[in-house]
């Protein structure tokens, strides 16, 4: 019979911590372009999430991929690669909901339910795919931060989340009741990475207060089961933690008594490491949703040419009335008059000359009169048939 997806990635898990390995734990220095192996991501940037990435994790591990980014068989073949011969996928999973209507067994109405699924599918890694584009095999060239530069970041990051953070003893731990986290001085520890990576778990720990994510997973006492989950998810959420602040999970010095105790919680509930996963990633966003939003990048000024001046366009002058030309006689017959005036021409420029005298009048002409149908022009005004 064919395995459930949740025994098979259980199972995975426990294998890995049977051999006294923990799947958080692997190499962080890979300079691949896209980031870290630490934080998987998907053919298209996004970071995987949650249980998926520890499954990752672990065919990084075991396979030796330096590169964080994986794709399915028919997604390398879109980008135009190809998987090589022989070539084992790695398992991940989907998670969704789907709508269903039920008959409420208290009111006997029909109500709509979200019903939770889960399927597997396989992805490889691009170590395994050949005929991708050039930028999925890009190395890291960036320049890594020296060591002052690195405590500044990390110092800001637990500063920006506003937790209560003392220093003394010898002990970590974080205190629900008075609602502190208690570490030991940073001088104790024999690498920073190792302080930050504990405050990490300590800080996973803080997320679970009542006016955070009030995450209660049934402890009632230490060593019980309820106890053993949330340390599991302050195992993993600290793993989430490093893998994107680019530091190295601590191995603790009670390594053994915890996979044992993790390892009591996994065999009984095949659910159990998914649901510690999620509680983690939810305690690593909420950690990252703290901290303050980068400032924007300027925008670079834009390569204006000098915008040439306006030209002033110079007022037209008045054009200046003509003056009508002096009234003619006009004879009764049609002889006695001008010239008659060209079709299409423009009664004030078809008299005659400005210097010409005018026509005498004769003793008999009978006073002027306006030719039928004809309009004396206005001043400055031409009037056309």
């Known amino acids: 019979m064919k395995q459930d997806v949740y025994t098979r990635v259980t199972d995975t898990i426990l294998a890995a911590l049977e051999q006294g390995a923990r799947p958080w734990l692997k190499p962080w220095d890979a300079a691949h372009a896209a980031g870290p192996v630490s934080r998987p991501l998907r053919h298209n940037g996004t970071p995987y999430k949650g249980v998926n990435v520890l499954m990752l994790w672990l065919s990084a591990m075991e396979k030796g991929y330096s590169a ?18 022989n070539e084992r996928s790695s398992l991940v999973v989907y998670a969704n909901t789907f709508k269903k209507t039920e008959r409420d067994t208290a009111s006997g109405e029909d109500i709509e339910v979200e019903i939770p699924f889960m399927k597997p599918y396989s992805v490889f890694n691009v170590e395994q795919i050949e005929g991708l584009p050039a930028h999925y095999y890009a190395k890291n060239t960036l320049p890594a931060l ?3 530069q690195r405590q500044a970041r990390l110092d800001a990051f637990f500063a920006a989340t506003g937790a209560s953070i ?5 002990r970590a731990f974080y205190t629900i009741g008075e609602d502190y986290i208690q570490m030991p001085p940073f001088e104790t520890f024999h690498s920073p990475e190792s302080y930050y990576a504990t405050l990490a778990h300590e800080g996973t720990h803080w997320t679970r207060h009542p006016s955070r994510l009030d995450r209660d997973l049934g402890r009632k006492k230490w060593g019980d089961a309820g106890y053993a989950m949330e340390e599991l998810v302050a195992e993993i959420g600290s793993a989430f933690l490093c893998a994107e602040l680019g530091i190295t999970p601590e191995i603790r010095e009670d390594h053994a008594a915890y996979i044992a105790s993790w390892l009591k919680v996994l065999e009984e509930d095949k659910r159990a490491i998914f649901t510690a996963a999620s509680h983690a990633q939810k305690a690593a966003d909420f950690l990252l949703s703290l901290q303050p939003s980068p400032e924007p990048e300027p925008e670079p000024e834009p390569n204006r040419e000098p915008a040439p001046e306006p030209q002033v366009q110079q007022p037209e002058p008045d054009p200046q009335p003509e003056r009508p030309p002096a009234p003619a006689a006009v004879a009764e017959s049609p002889t006695a008059a001008d010239p008659p005036v060209p079709v299409g021409q423009p009664f004030n420029t078809v008299s005659r000359r400005a210097d010409a005298p005018p026509a005498p009048a004769t003793a008999s002409a009978a006073p002027a009169r306006k030719s039928p149908g004809r309009r004396a022009p206005r001043p400055g005004q031409g009037a056309l048939f």
Do not use: F, S
């Open 68 to 85: 964080p980014i994986w794709m399915t068989y028919d997604q390398a073949k879109e980008l135009g690669g190809y998987v090589r011969k």
């Open 146 to 148: 020296d060591a002052a």
């Open 166 to 170: 003392r220093h003394g003893g010898n």
